[in-house]
């Protein structure tokens, strides 16, 4: 298999800040969202959860999409979802 050659310019561009919707991020990084499974039966955020954020923050993710999160108790469809209402 071979390799793609991408151009250095293009390299250099993750590691630029970027504007979106008024807010900087420090680079172009993203994490988005999935299903960590580590939220508390009821759906409240655990020391296990924040520290899973606050390493892929030290790690240079320049923008940390939360994860799969139910708005009502109704929305929960899986255990250990997060849940915000």
Same mark, same amino acid.
């Given at each position: 298999? #071979? /390799? =793609? /050659? ?5 390299? #250099?561009?993750? %590691?630029?800040? /970027?504007?979106? $919707? $008024? @807010?900087? @991020?420090?680079?172009? %990084?993203?994490?988005?969202?999935? %299903?960590? +499974?580590?939220? #508390?039966?009821? +759906? #409240? =955020? !655990? ?6 954020? /606050? *390493? ?5 993710? $320049?923008?940390?999409? !939360?994860?799969?999160?139910? =708005?009502?108790? *109704? $929305? ?6 997060? +849940?915000?209402?």
């Amino acid at each position: 298999m #071979s /390799k =793609v /050659k991408v151009p250095e310019r293009i390299k #250099s561009l993750v %590691f630029e800040p /970027k504007e979106i $919707g $008024g @807010i900087r @991020i420090k680079n172009r %990084f993203v994490r988005s969202a999935t %299903f960590e +499974g580590m939220a #508390s039966e009821d +759906g #409240s =955020v !655990t020391d296990e959860l924040v520290e899973l954020y /606050k *390493t892929l923050a030290r790690g240079g993710v $320049g923008l940390i999409i !939360t994860g799969y999160t139910y =708005v009502q108790p *109704t $929305g929960r469809a899986m255990p250990r979802q997060m +849940g915000i209402y």
